[in-house]
């Protein structure tokens, strides 16, 4: 006897002709999907999107008459739909799917570096897998929510948030984020908190292509008080520094509190793999590191924050309210291991008080 699952229903936004030819392939190939419509630019993907309904789009970014940026915007306040962002790796490409993500976009998958048929077939299955989570995730309008660019109140600068890492018998505070599908956008909202003389050094792992990555740290930096930059090679951490990871590498901690960067193969199918910076930072800071577990697809980080755990650092977890997706979060707080569950909006408010007592168990007793 034959289902009769409902089928996934993908509308495509694309200016090219040829690329709408072979993403209609791709979701067509699958039993479970069905293209219900195809728009050149972004007023056409508007009028579809909210008379067609579709379970899911993708969207390309660089369009004629109106782009992926402003299109995204647009659905997202008026009618909104989950949005796979389809674009290309290049700098341009990736600033304008980033700010998509931040608009309320779920995922993106990258275009092909060549106008070649077989190789856009190459990413079908990223694509097809990134199409049928984000059809399952529960859109709300985002566009029109303002990022905060100030830290919460209350905030208290120490007075030695230069310091080196390898400048004390103790090593500095870090903190180490871990974020994936949903992970701009929630830093966006994450990172201005943070204030320019905050006591510790963050390393952010983020599941991204190295454009991308590259491009992230400069938009994070815009709306940071934080020093905000991507990660280089030996590099010592300090204090009010946000270290992003490059896409093209793993990032691990010295023992001397340096950065070291790593292009090896994927961990557990990640890279950059946030288990990795997770377990090299527990063997770094033992106690005085906390482990942070963003939105995200999958199960990285679920092995590090228990290296963390053990060797008695904190460990905090998005909740499931303000994850776009679940998975990453749900993964870690399964293990145990994890001291607190808090919505990104107190995310920052937890992360400082795990901070302020690893800072003031390493001043000498008369600065406490």
């Not at 392939?25 to 999107?49: P, S, T, Y």
């Not at 509190?257 to 527990?282: I, K, M, Q, W």
């Not at 995200?296 to 590090?304: E, F, I, K, P, W």
Request: hydrophobic share 45%; glycine share 8%; aromatic share 4%.
């Amino acid at each position: 006897m034959e289902t009769s699952e409902k089928k996934t229903r993908v509308l495509i936004v694309d200016d090219s002709s040829f690329m709408r030819k072979v993403l209609d392939e791709i979701i067509r190939a699958d039993f479970n999907m069905e293209v219900v419509g195809q728009a050149k630019d972004g007023h056409e993907a508007l009028a579809l999107a909210a008379s067609l309904q579709p379970d899911v789009i993708t969207m390309d970014i660089n369009m004629p008459r109106m782009d992926g940026i402003e299109a995204t915007k647009q659905i997202m306040s008026d009618n909104p739909r989950p949005i796979v962002i389809v674009s290309s790796e290049s700098r341009e490409g990736a600033t304008g799917a980033l700010r998509a993500l931040e608009l309320g976009a779920i995922d993106f998958v990258p275009k092909p570096k060549s106008a070649i048929d077989l190789d856009m077939k190459n990413v079908s299955d990223e694509l097809l897998r990134k199409l049928k989570m984000a059809a399952k995730v529960r859109v709300v309008r985002t566009a029109a929510r303002p990022f905060s660019t100030s830290p919460v109140s209350g905030t208290k600068p120490p007075a030695h948030v230069a310091k080196l890492a390898g400048s004390a018998d103790a090593p500095i505070p870090l903190v180490v984020i871990a974020a994936s599908t949903g992970g701009p956008a929630t830093l966006m909202r994450l990172m201005p908190r943070f204030p320019k003389d905050f006591a510790a050094a963050i390393v952010l792992v983020q599941h991204m292509p190295a454009a991308f990555t590259s491009q992230l740290s400069v938009q994070l930096a815009e709306v940071s008080q934080l020093r905000v930059k991507e990660a280089e090679a030996n590099e010592p951490m300090r204090a009010g520094t946000c270290y992003v990871c490059p896409g093209s590498h793993h990032l691990k901690i010295s023992a001397k509190g340096c950065l070291t960067l790593d292009d090896g193969p994927r961990v557990n199918g990640y890279r950059p793999c946030a288990d990795v910076t997770f377990e090299s930072a527990a063997a770094y800071g033992r106690e005085h590191v906390v482990g942070v577990v963003l939105t995200g697809m999958g199960n990285d980080g679920a092995l590090g924050v228990q290296s963390v755990k053990i060797k008695r650092g904190r460990v905090l977890a998005q909740d499931e309210a303000s994850s776009v997706i679940f998975g990453m979060p749900a993964e870690a707080i399964r293990t145990g291991v994890v001291d607190q569950v808090v919505g990104i909006d107190e995310m920052y408010s937890a992360i400082e008080k795990y901070v302020d007592l690893i800072d003031n168990s390493t001043q000498p007793v008369g600065l406490r």
